[in-house]
């Protein structure tokens, strides 16, 4: 099955620096990439997502790139604020799969200090 | 704007109980999924459903079984809680070839 890693676990950086999380994953067929944040005590919320046709999206303050030739897909946060400090989970879909299920990262604890 | 709810936030059960867990969303997705979230394991798929009275299997679904008897409501099942079951339970939903997942806010279970 696929099989998602993601690094590192936990990430600290001061607040207005870049942050990068970079996962890898072992399926070459995975067509879809999502990436969800968890804020303490909150449920997982999607952010921004990618599809294997795409090699980067932007939205605002996040971009994601993705590698195929590498399987590995990266999510880039800059000017980094507080608010930014939750858990993020990268995941993929296998593209055998037409109901949506996605294999998750294990996440990265991301603490912004001001 | 999708809402999917869990029957409770917080349950403690005994060792050897039988404990439900409810879902429900309210946006006629079809696709509705079981996770348990454990640090430093992720979230992982114990069982989902693709419409009605179908299910299939995740990567964990060993001491846990579940129901989907309408559209909307989706149950998990562990037909006799053991010590190991104590995690985090996601429930989440999503709309036939959109992927996007909505996650409900989750039943911490704690079996003694």
């Known amino acids: 099955g696929e099989n998602v890693e993601q690094h590192p676990s936990t990430l600290s950086v001061q607040e207005g620096d870049s942050a990068v999380i970079k996962c890898t994953y072992s399926d070459s067929a995975s067509n879809y990439f999502p990436w969800y944040k968890q804020e303490l005590g909150k449920r997982p919320q999607l952010i921004i997502d990618i599809r294997s046709n795409v090699g980067e999206k932007k939205d605002q303050r996040i971009a994601v790139t993705l590698n195929k030739t590498a399987k590995h897909f990266s999510l880039h946060i800059t000017e980094t604020q507080p608010e930014d400090s939750a858990v993020y989970f990268c995941?993929?879909?296998?593209?055998?799969?037409?109901?949506?299920?996605?294999?998750f990262g294990a996440g990265t604890q991301v603490v912004v200090t001001p | 704007d999708v809402k999917v709810t869990q029957s409770s936030r917080y349950l403690v059960k005994r060792t050897g109980e039988k404990v439900f867990l409810e879902c429900v969303q309210d946006?006629?997705?079809?696709?509705m999924f079981w996770y348990r979230q454990d640090p430093g394991l992720g979230l992982r798929l114990i069982y989902f459903?693709?419409?009605?009275?179908?299910?299939e299997k995740g990567d964990i679904p060993e001491g846990y079984s579940v129901s989907r008897e309408k559209k909307e409501r989706f149950s998990l099942i562990l037909e006799s809680a053991s010590t190991n079951q104590t995690s985090m339970y996601l429930c989440a939903s999503s709309s036939q070839g959109l992927y996007e997942q909505y996650f409900g806010p989750g039943t911490r279970l704690t079996v003694t």
């Open positions: 995941a993929a879909k296998k593209g055998s799969d037409s109901w949506g299920k996605l294999q």
């Open positions: 459903s693709y419409d009605v009275k179908m299910k």
């Open positions: 946006m006629d997705h079809e696709n």
